[in-house]
């Protein structure tokens, strides 16, 4: 079955870590995105990616990284500089990037919690 | 109803009664719209989608009414059941704003 898979579906960072949370699509898409959404919010862009190896920021894109070196891969890393790091983050993946009218399609999302 | 961006409003609704879930969006610029539905501990899952040269679109059991007088959009589900129970969010996006926006969404509670 074609999907996004996202890994894990809980992770938990201590003071000053990293952490990355995993992205995989086998839908064949050209673009993929990274949301966090909090309790009673709309979902936030984090940072997106039309194309390998390019990506963009988005609203929220202090205390993230990210890479692009496959299509079928778009890995977050949440610094220690994300000083508010909990929330339910969503990857998502489109055909056409953000002009194009596609529905973006979402996995199941990552659940990071601080210890 | 819901305004992209604000509260999360509850809708309680009879199995197979129809619901209407309300959408209200601010930029007129927008010319796209996709209905999400996102159950507890999932990810949003696609339901359907609409482009502004279009008033209504219908998919199984869904209907998407768009009104661009007043901005606003519903979604209208016949014959609600107990698997519909979730929370709906409508999402808009413009070529020229290059980014979907995100309403927070309508907590849909189905009673047996």
């Known amino acids: 079955d074609g999907g996004i898979t996202q890994s894990p579906k809980y992770l938990f960072r201590k003071e000053g870590q990293n952490v990355t949370l995993s992205c995989e699509q086998n839908l064949n898409h050209d673009a993929m995105y990274w949301y966090r959404q909090d309790p009673g919010q709309g979902l936030r862009l984090i940072y997106y990616s039309q194309i390998v190896n390019d990506f963009q920021k988005g609203d929220i894109a202090e205390g993230y990284s990210v890479s692009r070196e496959k299509k079928e891969s778009f890995p977050l890393t949440v610094t220690s500089a994300q000083k508010n790091p909990t929330a339910f983050y969503l990857c998502?993946?489109?055909?056409?990037?953000?002009?194009?009218?596609?529905?973006?399609?979402f996995g199941d999302g990552t659940r990071l919690s601080i210890l | 109803g819901e305004s992209v961006g604000l509260h999360l409003p509850t809708l309680s609704v009879q199995e197979g009664d129809n619901s209407i879930i309300n959408c209200a969006y601010s930029n007129s610029a927008s010319d796209y719209f996709i209905w999400y539905k996102q159950e507890s501990g999932k990810g949003p899952q696609f339901i359907i989608d609409i482009r502004s040269n279009m008033d209504k679109r219908q998919g199984q059991r869904v209907t998407v009414l768009l009104n661009k007088t007043v901005k606003h959009l519903s979604l209208q589900i016949a014959a609600t059941q107990p698997g519909d129970s979730a929370v709906y969010f409508c999402?808009?996006?413009?070529?020229?704003?290059?980014?979907?926006?995100f309403g927070s969404g309508t907590q849909l509670t189905v009673l047996p």
């Open positions: 999402a808009e996006g413009s070529g020229s704003a290059r980014q979907l926006t």
């Open positions: 998502a993946s489109s055909r056409g990037g953000l002009v194009s009218n596609q529905p973006q399609h």
